[in-house]
């Protein structure tokens, strides 16, 4: 008996899994038909990308930094005695570009874009916003998703560039000052393993993760259901899905892409 | 005929909230539908532009069906209904002059210095000039309805919508609503389909009063007619005995009910 209750619950359990898929699959393929009303949202693209992208500067530059302070003095405390100290430039740089710039600004966006997306569209959908553009005749997926995903992909990798570039400097200044090492040494370690492919394959990530967070944001938005609790809802949703999908994606873009 | 609700169906879930609604409203013609709380008055109204499909039944506008429009033609009658929320449902990002020129921007065929005309005259005709760089949380309750009207009559449109355009408002401002309608009606010529649950309200501004009662039409008359009916249903309504009240939202399905009791 227990084991089929057990049974009926993983059952309902998947069900509702794929339906979520389903409902979330069509959501991204109608916004993906929206593209076609370029005229709608064409003119909100550039306020989007500032809203979304350039006023996340400061959190991911800050967060750049630091973490290119910890990678050199971590890398020196590894390598101490054992490995020459200009690989704290190989380290630092490769984990910058590869992993820890995209990753970790990508989590913190999750919360700070992706929440911001879900409580705004959310409030616009429980105090029936969203039914007013539709009365006025315009596509809403076109006025409110399309402008703000294109936004998030086309600046979540400048974004992590320009981390990426503040954390190796940051990294760079901390060897200098406290590892008693040369800018030279430093940049000799930096390009040492560097290769063109490092910042193709952050930009994949970044885009995916762009896509993902402002997707994810959008859709838990427009299916916000009930008054200001509804909206926490689709908050907290937001940013623990748009979470866990960047860390799939990471280990997604590992897999197919540095498998030699 | 400009607006015909035929046997319209619609169930959110276990919830069947219409069963079989029929209306009819004439060119010209204000109709107020009233009704118990959650009896479907609004679910009604937003088949009508399109904002809900029916299960079952269909509506037309203009002789069009409009379940059946494709998405363009669809976009190209609601420029036709104007839609007044019943809590205006004004774009908090923007002030009150860009929010009425949402739609008229959408609809086209003015330049910008007649856009800025049009939403001056809009904002007259509620009586709000000089609200124009107002945004919606610097206005009151009453201001956000008449911003809200003012944004529907902007672009002109051959239809208006109310849906619940007098509730939570004050006597005078509710009067002011009132007067609002029916000056919509007289300056602009519009066809109107109100959904209130306030009589006095109703038996101001309309030509003819819907009962809506358990998902369906159960009377339709002249303010006069509606007073003075028979139907029990209509009376408990209008002389506000709560005997029916319970009975008022739309029952389960039956086997909706089974469900529920399994």
């Given at each position: 008996m227990n084991a089929t209750r057990t049974l009926e619950r993983v059952g309902t359990a998947a069900l509702r899994g794929f339906a979520g898929f389903g409902v979330f699959s069509r959501f991204a393929a109608q916004s993906g038909r929206s593209l076609r009303e370029a005229s709608t949202w064409g003119p909100l693209?550039?306020?989007?990308?500032?809203?979304?992208?350039?006023n996340s500067l400061p959190i991911a530059l800050f967060l750049s930094a630091f973490t290119g302070i910890v990678l050199a003095l971590q890398a020196s405390y590894t390598f101490t005695g054992a490995i020459p100290l200009y690989f704290v430039g190989t380290?630092?740089?490769?984990?910058?570009?590869l992993e820890l710039g995209p990753v970790l600004i990508?989590?913190?966006?999750?919360?700070?874009?992706?929440?911001?997306?879900?409580?705004?569209?959310?409030?616009?959908?429980?105090?029936?916003?969203?039914?007013?553009?539709?009365?006025?005749?315009?596509?809403?997926?076109?006025?409110?998703?399309?402008?703000r995903v294109l936004a998030g992909m086309l600046m979540f990798p400048v974004i992590v560039i320009l981390g990426d570039v503040v954390g190796i400097f940051c990294g760079l200044l901390t060897s200098m000052a406290m590892l008693e090492m040369s800018a030279q040494t430093f940049i000799r370690g930096l390009r040492l393993f560097y290769v063109h492919f490092d910042i193709i394959y952050s930009t994949i990530k970044c885009i995916s993760f762009g896509l993902v967070i402002t997707l994810v944001g959008c859709y838990q938005g427009f299916n916000t259901k009930g008054g200001a609790e509804g909206v926490g809802v689709a908050t907290t949703r937001a940013v623990v899905i748009s979470g866990m999908l960047i860390l799939v994606l990471d280990a997604f873009w590992a897999a197919t892409l540095l498998r030699s | 005929m400009s607006i015909q609700l035929r046997d319209v169906h619609k169930a959110f879930g276990p919830k069947q909230v219409l069963r079989g609604v029929t209306l009819d409203v004439e060119e010209g013609?204000?109709?107020?539908?009233?009704g118990f709380s959650g009896a479907g008055k609004s679910v009604m109204l937003k088949h009508i532009n399109g904002l809900l499909l029916p299960d079952r039944g269909t509506a037309f506008v203009d002789g069009l069906e409009v379940p059946k429009l494709g998405r363009r033609?669809?976009?190209?009658?609601?420029?036709?209904?104007?839609?007044?929320?019943q809590f205006a449902a004004l774009f908090d990002s923007m002030s009150v002059a860009e929010n009425i020129l949402m739609g008229l921007r959408k609809k086209g065929g003015l330049a910008e210095a007649e856009m800025r005309q049009r939403v001056a005259e809009s904002l007259a005709l509620v009586d709000l000039t000089g609200y124009e760089e107002r945004f919606p949380a610097e206005l009151s309750g009453g201001q956000r309805k008449r911003a809200g009207l003012a944004r529907a009559i902007a672009y002109r449109p051959k239809y208006l919508l109310y849906d619940e355009p007098t509730s939570g408002l004050d006597p005078v401002t509710t009067t002011v609503i009132d007067r609002l309608i029916q000056r919509m009606k007289e300056e602009l010529g519009v066809t109107s389909l109100v959904i209130t649950h306030d009589m006095e309200s109703a038996y101001a501004i309309s030509d003819r009063i819907a009962m809506l009662y358990q998902g369906r039409v159960v009377e339709v008359g002249t303010p006069d007619e509606i007073r003075n009916s028979d139907n029990e249903v209509v009376r408990s309504f209008?002389?506000?005995?709560?005997?029916?009240?319970?009975?008022?939202e739309t029952p389960l399905e039956p086997a909706a009910q089974q469900g529920r009791t399994a």
């Open positions: 693209l550039a306020g989007q990308m500032r809203k979304l992208g350039v380290l630092v740089g490769k984990t910058m570009i990508g989590l913190a966006l999750a919360g700070r874009v992706g929440a911001n997306i879900a409580a705004e569209l959310g409030t616009m959908r429980v105090s029936e916003q969203i039914d007013a553009l539709e009365t006025m005749a315009y596509d809403p997926v076109a006025y409110l998703v399309v402008p | 013609e204000t109709v107020s539908v009233v033609e669809l976009f190209q009658l609601r420029l036709n209904i104007g839609y007044v929320f209008v002389e506000g005995r709560p005997d029916l009240a319970h009975d008022a």
